[in-house]
Nanobody
Framework: QVQLVESGGGLVQAGGSLRLSCAAS????????MGWYRQAPGKQRELVAT???????NYADSVKGRFTISRDNDKNTVSLQLNSLKPEDTAVYYC???????????WGQGTQVTVSS
């Protein structure tokens, strides 16, 4: 079992920055991918960024060049640096981890990011 706890959300003006962090407890083993997703009101949850244990990253086109994902494998943490924020980035941001060996996905409880214009 894996538990994920996010932190770092909040209210920021357009053009500002935030840093989200996610701490995973439990057994993170084998090939795994950690990532951030977001869900805005009335919309489906969408991919923001993912990162493998080896550091390979993938970003949604809408955040490329503005957001940076990183992870610390020793501490089982994943972070998301959000720069040049736009009102359309407003959403609940969720951390997740996919354990490939057992094909299980775990989610955090989410953290609210609100960007005012």
């Amino acid at each position: 079992q894996v538990q994920l706890v996010e932190s770092g959300g909040g209210l920021v003006q357009a053009g500002g920055s935030l840093r989200l962090s996610c701490a995973a407890s439990g057994s993170i083993f084998g090939f795994n991918v950690m990532g951030w997703y977001r869900q805005a009101p009335g919309k489906q949850r969408e991919l923001v960024a993912t990162i493998t244990g080896g550091g390979s990253t993938n970003y949604a086109d809408s955040v490329k060049g503005r957001f940076t994902i990183s992870r610390d494998n020793d501490k089982n943490t994943v972070s998301l640096q959000l720069n040049s924020l736009k009102p359309e980035d407003t959403a609940v941001y969720y951390c997740n981890v996919h354990l490939a060996l057992v094909n299980r996905i775990y989610w955090g409880q989410g953290t609210q990011v609100t960007v005012s214009s």
